[in-house]
């Protein structure tokens, strides 16, 4: 990347400094922002939390109860129950395996209450997956959890009820691209429910369908809900600590706007919204659980917290089956990383979970050029150097006028060297005198400018795709580069990029001032320093750009000398 201004201008150093400065502070007030900002209303007292907390999760779901207490599933909940409800004292699980997914079903309430990713390790190059919904403590706990409700005082399949499954497990075969795991719930009135949770291969979206069988001699009113219960435990805020940068909570799409929700902000928490064709979801870096309701439908979301703790509901509008008839409810369920293809599919602008921030509009068209780059070479790191040399051709006629200005600075060295010689007593006039030569030369001095700032929000929306892109996560370049959404391992790139800069400072036109010179020659190494802890995915796309830099700047001042020489 081209110097940002003509190197004579008396502000030029400053004005570089200020922009390196501006670019880092923006991107970690960026992340400071996703994490830290909280709304002045949610600075209540923990008792005034504490005595809210009931009444919102009982308003999560209607006519149902919700877990407000620390009961794991198979244990004993103090909820109130339904008539008749049966709840298991200890519940059996179920065990699902498919080529994506290996999760764990409670027979108490059909809950997801275990999910881990076997095709994303926790730590590269270590057999431990990511571990999504669990119950392993409750500093981690994470529950999906659904159901059938409906009007008070009947029996209906809540997420305590207990069900009935055919087997123990269920593996998806390797010729098998569905995969159905059907729970029975029977009621003591005739009413037959099977809650089949349905997996396709590849696939980490789930469809959840709800078969009732009325017979009963009374017509049978039921709703689907669903119902994300999480507690999030503290994360290590370091720049060392690719999450940190992550929004980590629950989130909604409201049918048309996309909204991240603070569980200490009493506005959130007063959540009661009227939805069609939306989502709710629960959000961390590179992964989420999602519940996606019926198309076309009302569905009421909610949410409710205590401390750490959040409860996201969606409840739907309620379905009456006739005496001896039968309906099918649906719903979708997503657990899994952020594979934007996937969300896509999955729900109306689901992929919004990728979150790039404000540069999305430049992030998204960014991501596709990646996407179409890494389908023809197949490694991120290639597809990365591809795409800046796409952009280093977009930007090209800026470059150009650009460098063509900076070239023939260079050739008014030796008599910008005289002016300096006449008037070295009076910087005023060596001033106007510099600026009438440019001006006869017609040469732009702050032509240098341009390139840097129109690519800043460029480089900004690529810093974001690297960070939020699942895809990039723990994917190699080439020989130490072993995960290009983390830092350089050895600092090798930052160094590359030192050396690149310096190079590109040495082709520019060069300050008269020995105070502007040694700041100049500095630049480059502060940069790197600031540079090394960013991923490496965005050093690699730097350091790709400086040298095609170079090379066109090398060109430019090979023609712009070689035609001032004929003259």
Request: aromatic letters at 10%; glycine letters at 6%; hydrophobic letters at 40%.
């Amino acid at each position: 990347m081209p110097y940002p201004c003509d190197t004579h201008m008396t502000n030029s150093p400053r004005l570089i400094l200020w922009i390196a400065l501006a670019l880092i502070l923006l991107l970690n007030y960026e992340a400071w922002n996703r994490d830290y900002a909280r709304s002045p209303s949610a600075q209540t007292p923990a008792a005034q939390r504490d005595g809210e907390m009931q009444s919102s999760l009982d308003a999560a779901i209607p006519q149902a109860s919700v877990p407000t207490s620390d009961a794991r599933p198979g244990e004993a909940d103090s909820a109130p129950r339904a008539p008749g409800e049966r709840v298991a004292e200890s519940a059996g699980t179920v065990r699902v395996r498919t080529d994506v997914l290996d999760l764990e079903i409670s027979l108490q309430g059909g809950t997801l209450q275990r999910a881990d990713l076997p095709q994303y390790p926790r730590v590269k190059g270590q057999p431990e997956p990511v571990r999504l919904l669990n119950r392993d403590s409750q500093e981690t706990l994470f529950l999906l959890q659904s159901g059938l409700t409906g009007p008070a005082n009947t029996e209906r399949p809540t997420h305590l009820s207990l069900f009935e499954s055919p087997a123990e497990e269920f593996v998806l075969g390797e010729q098998q691209d569905e995969l159905r795991v059907p729970l029975t719930w029977r009621g003591s009135s005739g009413v037959t429910v099977i809650k089949t949770f349905i997996f396709r291969r590849g696939s980490y979206r789930i469809d959840l369908e709800y078969t009732i069988e009325n017979g009963s001699g009374e017509p049978w009113p039921a709703a689907t809900y669903a119902q994300i219960l999480r507690t999030d435990p503290e994360i290590d805020r370091s720049m060392f600590n690719p999450e940190s940068y992550a929004f980590r909570g629950p989130a909604i799409f409201d049918g048309s706007r996309y909204r991240k929700l603070d569980i200490e902000d009493q506005d959130d928490l007063k959540l009661s919204a009227e939805v069609q064709n939306g989502w709710i979801a629960a959000l961390q870096h590179h992964f989420v659980t999602a519940v996606v309701p019926a198309a076309d439908q009302t569905y009421r979301f909610t949410l409710g917290a205590q401390g750490r703790r959040f409860l996201l509901a969606a409840a739907g509008p309620l379905h009456t089956v006739a005496p001896g008839g039968s309906e099918t409810l649906r719903q979708t369920l997503f657990v899994g990383p952020k594979l934007q293809a996937q969300l896509e599919e999955t729900g109306p602008r689901l992929d919004l979970v990728a979150d790039y921030g404000r540069l999305t509009i430049l992030a998204k068209p960014l991501f596709w050029l990646l996407e179409k780059a890494h389908a023809i070479t197949g490694n991120w790191g290639w597809a990365i150097v591809i795409v800046t040399f796409l952009l280093k051709l977009l930007f090209y006629p800026l470059a150009e006028a650009s460098g063509r200005s900076m070239a023939r600075m260079r050739t008014l060295a030796p008599r910008i060297k005289a002016l300096q010689e006449t008037y070295k007593d009076d910087r005023e006039k060596l001033g106007r005198a510099m600026m009438e030569l440019y001006r006869r030369e017609k040469i732009n001095p702050a032509s240098g400018c341009l390139p840097v700032l129109v690519q800043i929000p460029v480089f900004i929306a690529f810093y974001w795709v690297l960070v939020e892109s699942v895809e990039m996560r723990q994917a190699p370049f080439m020989g130490w580069i072993n995960d290009l959404s983390s830092r350089d391992p050895y600092f090798i790139l930052p160094l590359i990029m030192a050396g690149a800069m310096f190079v590109q400072y040495k082709l520019n036109p060069q300050p008269a001032d020995p105070v502007q010179q040694k700041v100049f020659m500095i630049m480059p190494i502060a940069m790197s320093v600031m540079f090394a802890l960013f991923p490496a995915g965005l050093v690699l796309y730097w350091v790709t750009n400086t040298l095609l830099s170079i090379a066109q700047q090398w060109n430019i001042n090979r023609r712009i000398e070689a035609a001032a020489a004929r003259r």
